[in-house]
């Protein structure tokens, strides 16, 4: 399932809201799942009805951050102690706590009618290791919403979860790392490569139909050619690069699209990197960074991109050539995405 990033406005280059209609923004398409009430509250735990997944509604359990090897720790000591009744606590994988995003917001970057308290607008541990140098772990910043690694022996906070995730994809890592980056046994580490917690990936994840790659797990259709302007574009051209490929009826669809940052992230393998794509992938030419058609609630007068070589989600600003563009559609019957 890839979940809707929330972004409900369009925006133009220096940030004012616009109408939609033929933007070709995220506003617009608002593809991905969706639910309201989204969150139903019991007690201190918060059971998400999209995902499934339950938190504890005080995000700030722990008012001092600590380092991902502590973070582990305390995490098993939750669930030792059955804390607030349960004992399959585990700190999240990256797209477990990326699920709770919403883009349409900042400071926290949750929904309006969140029922969360203590959110901290800073940075929270995943327990998902940075493939590009296993010395570094993931985290996610809930003032703003990016997603980037930082040395396990740096301090960030805790947001553990519960529950089964049986909607979310699996992060695609499945070895274990200690704080050297040296690889370990999974068994007891409460890692991402223990659990693997997510859908299981299809074999083989693409399926290559012409000029066109068919992601098996998403439902997605993307351009085998990942690199269609030949170079790095504005925000605004990338629009514009799409929108010829729907005029010339390319591969013979008319409904391409530039990918909202979720669809983007959703390609990401958390094994690899340099692309982070899953092995023995298709597409040609793919680059190190792509712009998405989500804008920055945080500074609209910039965009999210995927920084693919690393498998960072993070932005730039819309008037920069910064970002290279990659065209997205999808498979009919897939609304949802689910």
């Given at each position: 399932?890839?979940?809707?990033?929330?972004?409900?406005?369009?925006?133009?280059?220096?940030?004012?809201?616009?109408?939609?209609k033929?933007?070709?923004?995220?506003?617009?398409?608002?593809?991905?799942?969706?639910?309201?009430p989204?969150?139903?509250?019991?007690?201190?735990?918060?059971?998400?009805?999209?995902?499934?997944?339950?938190?504890?509604?005080?995000?700030?359990?722990?008012?001092?951050?600590?380092?991902?090897e502590?973070?582990?720790?305390?995490?098993?000591?939750?669930?030792?102690?059955?804390?607030?009744?349960?004992?399959?606590w585990?700190?999240?994988?990256?797209?477990?706590?990326?699920?709770?995003?919403?883009?349409?917001?900042?400071?926290?970057?949750?929904?309006?009618?969140?029922?969360?308290?203590?959110?901290?607008?800073?940075?929270?541990?995943?327990?998902?290791?940075?493939?590009?140098?296993?010395?570094?772990?993931?985290?996610?910043?809930?003032?703003?919403?990016?997603?980037?690694?930082?040395?396990?022996?740096?301090?960030?906070l805790?947001?553990?979860?519960?529950?089964?995730?049986l909607?979310?994809?699996?992060?695609?890592?499945?070895?274990?790392?200690?704080?050297?980056?040296?690889?370990?046994?999974?068994?007891?580490?409460?890692?991402?490569?223990?659990?693997?917690?997510?859908?299981?990936?299809?074999?083989?994840?693409?399926?290559?139909?012409?000029q066109?790659?068919?992601?098996?797990?998403?439902?997605?259709?993307?351009?085998?050619?990942?690199?269609?302007?030949?170079?790095?574009?504005?925000?605004?051209?990338?629009?514009?690069?799409?929108?010829?490929?729907?005029?010339?009826?390319?591969?013979?669809?008319?409904?391409?699209?530039?990918?909202?940052?979720?669809?983007?992230?959703?390609?990401?393998?958390?094994?690899?990197?340099?692309?982070?794509?899953?092995?023995?992938?298709?597409?040609?030419?793919v680059?190190?960074?792509?712009?998405?058609?989500?804008?920055?609630?945080?500074?609209?007068?910039?965009?999210?991109?995927?920084?693919?070589?690393?498998?960072?989600?993070?932005?730039?600003?819309?008037?920069?050539?910064?970002?290279?563009?990659?065209?997205?559609?999808?498979?009919?019957?897939?609304?949802?995405?689910?």
């Amino acid at each position: 399932m890839i979940i809707s990033s929330g972004q409900k406005n369009c925006y133009n280059l220096v940030g004012d809201i616009i109408p939609c209609k033929g933007t070709g923004q995220d506003g617009e398409f608002r593809f991905g799942e969706n639910l309201s009430p989204r969150f139903k509250v019991k007690g201190e735990l918060v059971k998400d009805l999209l995902t499934g997944l339950i938190w504890p509604k005080d995000a700030l359990l722990f008012p001092f951050p600590m380092s991902w090897e502590e973070t582990l720790l305390q995490v098993k000591e939750l669930s030792r102690q059955k804390f607030l009744g349960r004992t399959d606590w585990r700190l999240p994988n990256r797209r477990e706590l990326r699920s709770l995003l919403y883009l349409e917001a900042k400071n926290p970057v949750l929904e309006p009618e969140h029922p969360f308290e203590n959110v901290f607008h800073g940075w929270y541990w995943t327990s998902t290791t940075a493939a590009i140098n296993p010395r570094y772990a993931w985290n996610i910043h809930f003032g703003g919403g990016r997603m980037f690694y930082s040395r396990k022996d740096e301090e960030r906070l805790l947001w553990p979860v519960a529950g089964k995730n049986l909607k979310l994809f699996a992060t695609g890592q499945k070895t274990c790392f200690n704080v050297d980056g040296k690889k370990i046994s999974c068994k007891n580490t409460g890692q991402d490569g223990e659990y693997q917690a997510g859908l299981s990936w299809p074999v083989p994840r693409f399926e290559k139909q012409g000029q066109v790659v068919l992601d098996r797990l998403t439902g997605l259709m993307w351009t085998e050619l990942a690199d269609l302007a030949q170079g790095l574009v504005t925000w605004e051209e990338a629009f514009k690069i799409v929108e010829d490929l729907n005029k010339k009826h390319f591969a013979g669809f008319s409904d391409w699209r530039l990918p909202n940052i979720n669809e983007l992230e959703s390609l990401v393998d958390c094994a690899h990197f340099d692309p982070a794509l899953p092995q023995g992938h298709p597409f040609k030419q793919v680059k190190e960074f792509y712009w998405s058609s989500t804008t920055s609630f945080y500074e609209p007068t910039w965009a999210w991109a995927l920084y693919l070589t690393k498998g960072a989600t993070g932005v730039g600003l819309k008037e920069g050539k910064h970002f290279y563009v990659w065209a997205v559609r999808r498979k009919p019957g897939k609304g949802g995405l689910k």
